[in-house]
C-alpha cells in the first residue's frame, strides 16, 4: 500500500511541476516532461506490467491539459512504459547509459506518435519540437535515473510475494 501512495504522490508532484512550473524553465517554448521520464524510468526498473499502469495514470494526468485530443497520452504512455518494461528485463539497471539512452529513444517515439495522430486529425504541430522534448528529457533522466534507481531499491517498493 506504500508503494501505491509513493508512486501517487510522486506522479501528482511531476503532474505539478510539469504543468506549472516548467514552463518557466523552457528553451524556446520547449520543456521537459519529468512525470513521462519518471513514468519510462519506473518501468525501466520494475517492468513492463507495473510501468503500465504507472503510464496510464500519468497519461491520464497529462490528459487533462492536453485540449486537443483526449485519450492520446494514456495510450502513448501505455506503449512507451510497455517497452520501456521490455527494455529493463534486458539491459544492466545499475548502469546509467542504456537507460538513458532509452529514456531518449521513447520520448522520440512517443512525440512522434502524437505528431502523426494530431497531423491525422489536421492540428499542426512541428516536428522538431518532438526532437528537442525528447533532448531535454534525455538530459532529465541522466540526472534522475540514480533517484528513481534508490526509489525503486527500497524495501517498501519490491514485490513482495505471499503464499
Not at 512550473?21 to 517492468?47: A, E, H, K, T
Not at 510497455?82 to 545499475?94: P, Y
Request: with cysteine; aromatic share 18%.
Amino acid at each position: 500500500m506504500k508503494k501505491v501512495l509513493v508512486l501517487f504522490a510522486l506522479s501528482i508532484l511531476f503532474f505539478v511541476i510539469d504543468n506549472f512550473f516548467m514552463p518557466f524553465v523552457g528553451i524556446g517554448g520547449v520543456y521537459p516532461s519529468l512525470l513521462l521520464v519518471f513514468c519510462i524510468l519506473y518501468s525501466i526498473q520494475n517492468g513492463k506490467w507495473e510501468g503500465m499502469w504507472l503510464g496510464v495514470f500519468c497519461g491520464l494526468l497529462q490528459d487533462l491539459f492536453f485540449t486537443n485530443v483526449f485519450g492520446i497520452n494514456v495510450i502513448t504512455n501505455m506503449i512507451v512504459c510497455l517497452m520501456a518494461g521490455v527494455i529493463g528485463t534486458n539491459i544492466f539497471k545499475d548502469k546509467k547509459i542504456l537507460p538513458v539512452a532509452s529514456c531518449f529513444a521513447l520520448s522520440f517515439l512517443k512525440g512522434a506518435i502524437i505528431f502523426a495522430v494530431l497531423y491525422i486529425i489536421d492540428i499542426k504541430m512541428s516536428f522538431s519540437r518532438v526532437l528537442f522534448v525528447s533532448i531535454y528529457d534525455m538530459v532529465v533522466a541522466f540526472f534522475m535515473y540514480r533517484r528513481v534507481y534508490d526509489l525503486c531499491q527500497k524495501d517498501y517498493m519490491q514485490i513482495q510475494w505471499k503464499f
